[in-house]
């Protein structure tokens, strides 16, 4: 049986260029454009933006 798509899982890279990531779960009726997130990156030790990668 297929996974339901109004939730697919995404995955969202650091912007601090560390390629750290964080994979989570999404709602595409309420947020249809790029997430993007600020958490934290324990290779830089620090918060920052994370954005969604397709």
């Known amino acids: 049986m297929a996974r339901n798509e109004v939730r697919p ?25 790029r997430m993007v997130l ?5 290779a830089v030790r620090l918060h920052v933006d994370f954005r969604e990668e397709r």
């Open 9 to 33: 899982i995404v995955r969202l890279r650091s912007t601090a260029g560390t390629g750290y990531t964080y994979v989570t779960r999404k709602s595409r009726r309420n947020d249809p454009d």
């Open 38 to 42: 600020r958490k934290f990156d324990p």
